[in-house]
T-cell receptor, first 116, second 114 residues
Framework: GAGVSQSPRYKVAKRGQDVALRCDPI?????LFWYQQALGQGPEFLTY????????KSGLPSDRFFAERPEGSVSTLKIQRTQQEDSAVYLC??????????????FGPGTRLTVL | AQSVTQLGSHVSVSEGALVLLRCNYS??????LFWYVQYPNQGLQLLLK??????LVKGINGFEAEFKKSETSFHLTKPSAHMSDAAEYFC????????????FGSGTQLTVLP
């Protein structure tokens, strides 16, 4: 597609429910990133994939958070047993290569998660 | 460890006035520096970037920023504000040679008054 897409755009969950957030990166992009943006804050890094390999998950806040990219394209961020503090906008970004050099990250519109 | 500090969570300017959004950084290695803009319900859009070379960088929509190593700053400016510039602006950095993960500031909401 023309850009990074994310679905759903909005998600309301009851505390304790599991949620799955989807990211479709730009076709052919090797690297994929997830960020969490709390209200009034800047995005914070969660995890990074190079193709299907999850190379960095240091930003995941707890073991309730899990991300995968099994075929090296679409990625899913799953949050188990959601808590109110998980309420945030979840941003996905992709970049063209994965050789570690600078490559612009292109961001999707985000999924706004509200946990009641 | 690295961090980004944006001074002023809200900035208001009159249409046609100078826009100045401040960004200071801390990094143990030379950084790549970025400014992103976020419009409501939209993703982040790259305005400009500093990687190497010229310290004054020009971006889209008439914005520019100057990398000042001695001041650890990367302030964003635009000579004349337009109503369409109203948005949230984020400064970000990545370690030199890598853009694997961006470290963002907390953002500055720019309001343009008619």
């Amino acid at each position: 597609g023309a850009g990074v897409s994310q679905s759903p755009r909005y998600k309301v969950a009851k505390r304790g429910q599991d949620v799955a957030l989807r990211c479709d990166p730009i076709s052919g992009h090797v690297s994929l990133f997830w960020y969490q943006q709390a209200l009034g804050q800047g995005p914070e890094f969660l995890t990074y994939f190079q193709n299907e390999a999850q190379l960095d998950k240091s930003g995941l806040p707890s073991d309730r958070f899990f991300a995968e990219r099994p075929e090296g394209s679409v990625s899913t961020l799953k949050i188990q047993r959601t808590q109110q503090e998980d309420s945030a906008v979840y941003l996905c970004a992709s970049s063209q290569t994965g050789d570690g050099s600078y490559n612009e990250q292109f961001f999707g519109p985000g999924t706004r998660l509200t946990v009641l | 460890a690295q961090s980004v500090t944006q001074l002023g969570s809200h900035v208001s300017v009159s249409e046609g006035a100078l826009v100045l959004l401040r960004c200071n950084y801390s990094s143990s290695v030379p950084p790549y520096l970025f400014w992103y803009v976020q419009y409501p319900n939209q993703g982040l859009q790259l305005l400009l970037k500093y990687t190497t070379g010229a310290t004054l960088v020009k971006g889209i929509n008439g914005f520019e920023a100057e990398f000042k190593k001695s001041e650890t700053s990367f302030h964003l400016t635009k000579p004349s504000a337009h109503m369409s510039d109203a948005a949230e602006y984020f400064c970000a950095l990545a370690p030199y040679g890598s853009a694997r993960q961006l470290t963002f500031g907390s953002g500055t909401q720019l309001t343009v008054l008619p």
